[in-house]
């Protein structure tokens, strides 16, 4: 077993995930934590050192199943940039990266596959349209990204989602930036709006956009997208959503933070929209000071910096 991953018997994980282990990322270097499929995935947004694993990918009971370099692949790049990762066990592993050559260089951003031994599937050069803000990894290996949008276009007919097959060809573009006024240019995402997210459920694929607070659901091919506006909970000033996801049920789960620090979210709720009622209530986390990370195994799973990496508990969603 890797010297980076420790299992600790201080931790109590309830239903759906192994009880008595945690999974620690070594010296906390690991600040994005991210689960989804059955998968626990940690990376550094930033690396410049071509031997360190940016990107861990652990099963839901901490092993630890491949570690990914993808500074390797560009021989010519000073530095690497993941915006986000996500996969599916066993077929893929997606990662969102720009590479930076020289300081005075606009970066170039790809999207990389990898399979679960490491080794590169494909790479796919992006055009600052098709810059991707998050992506996921649904059943079939297709690869969706929610595109940052690139400044330029007014009236863009830009793309808002790209679907991808495991193979790195595109599947699907989804409805154009032009029917979004507030991020025809770019996703508007800051402090006092917060932030946006992209995800899949059993039923298909969706995205969410702050300040609009547009909720768009499509089928798993991308077809029939369908938009609500979902609003925010009532909250007091200043907080902002900082996750957002979405349930098999069509519940919306949504953390609110005065920051979107995770070690300043000491004061955050989690709410969940029932998509029955169409009103919000309360979630209560299994943890104090946690940070809401994914839905999986139909559990809201949250982690909590330890100081020397992070703890992994999950809660059932409502019923």
């Known amino acids: 077993m890797s010297a980076h991953l420790s299992i600790a018997a201080s931790l109590l994980l309830l239903a759906g995930w192994s009880p008595a282990q945690s999974v620690e990322l070594a010296s906390g270097k690991y600040p994005m934590v991210k689960a989804e499929n059955g998968l626990i995935i940690g990376w550094n947004i930033f690396s410049e050192d071509r031997e360190k694993p940016q990107v861990r990918v652990f099963d839901h009971d901490g092993k630890l199943l491949v570690e990914l ?66 992506l996921t990894v649904d059943a079939d290996s297709n690869i969706w990204t929610l595109t940052g949008g690139s400044g330029e276009k ?10 991808y097959r495991p193979s790195g060809d595109v599947l699907k573009e989804v409805l154009k930036r032009s029917e979004f006024p507030s991020h025809e240019l770019g996703i508007q995402e800051n ?7 992209l995800g899949h459920t059993s039923n298909g694929i969706w995205f969410w956009l702050p300040g609009s607070t547009d909720l768009v659901t499509c089928k798993s091919d991308g077809s029939s997208p369908m938009r609500t506006v979902t609003g925010l909970p009532e909250k007091s000033a200043g907080e902002i959503p900082i996750k957002v996801l979405l349930s098999d049920a069509g519940d919306l789960l949504v953390q609110m933070s005065g920051s979107q620090n995770p070690d300043h979210i000491r004061h955050s709720g989690v ?29 809201a799973v949250f982690s909590k910096h330890n100081g020397s990496g992070f703890d992994i508990y999950s809660a059932p969603l409502p019923q």
């Open 69 to 134: 370099t993808p500074l390797r692949l560009a021989s010519e790049a000073k530095d690497a940039t993941i915006h986000d990762v996500s996969a599916l066990q066993g077929h893929v592993i997606a990662v969102e990266a720009t590479y930076r050559k020289a300081p005075n260089k606009v970066p170039d951003a790809s999207l990389l596959g990898f399979d679960f031994k490491g080794n590169p599937l494909f790479a796919v050069a992006l055009t600052p349209s098709r810059s991707v803000r998050y």
């Open 271 to 299: 709410f969940v929209l029932r998509a029955k009622t169409k009103a919000w209530e309360t979630f209560q986390p299994p943890c104090d000071r946690c940070l809401l990370i994914g839905i999986d195994h139909g559990q």
């Open 154 to 163: 007014e009236g863009s007919a830009d793309p808002m989602m790209v679907g």
């Open 191 to 197: 402090d006092t709006i917060g932030v946006s997210a």
